[in-house]
């Protein structure tokens, strides 16, 4: 079984940046694809960004291409969306989650079996 926490989120202005982090147990940390969503009132929830076990490939919604960046660190057990030039469009919750199977490029909410319980993320205007 795999836990995430998310943390990080908050109100910001238009134009400034946040930066999420995300905390997962499990031994094989190091193995996992891990990916950001995010889910905005009334809406479903969306891809953001995804990142490959090693690091190596990332893959990011068009909407958040240039501005936002998705890092790991497995020594850590960790994962960070860095989010800058926030609109307020961006507003919304924004959710961990981990593939377990390492499986690269993948952007599809059913691809991730692991989620964690979210972290809302304000941009006033």
């Known amino acids: 079984q795999v836990q995430l926490v998310e943390s990080g989120g908050g109100l910001v202005q238009a134009g400034g940046s946040l930066r999420l982090s995300c905390a997962a147990s499990?031994?094989?940390?190091?193995?996992?694809?891990m990916g950001w969503f995010r889910q905005a009132p009334g809406k479903e929830r969306e891809f953001v960004a995804a990142?490959?076990?090693?690091?190596?490939?990332?893959d990011y919604a068009d909407s958040v291409k240039g501005r936002f960046t998705i890092s790991r660190d497995n020594a850590k057990k960790s994962v960070y969306l860095q989010m800058n030039s926030l609109k307020p469009e961006d507003t919304a919750v924004y959710y961990c989650?981990?593939?377990?199977?390492?499986?690269?490029?993948?952007?599809?909410?059913?691809?991730?079996?692991?989620w964690g319980q979210g972290t809302q993320v304000t941009v006033s205007s």
């Open positions: 989650a981990a593939d377990p199977r390492g499986a690269v490029g993948i952007t599809l909410l059913y691809e991730y079996m692991y």
């Open positions: 499990g031994r094989t940390f190091s193995s996992y694809t």
């Open positions: 990142i490959s076990w090693s690091g190596g490939r990332t």
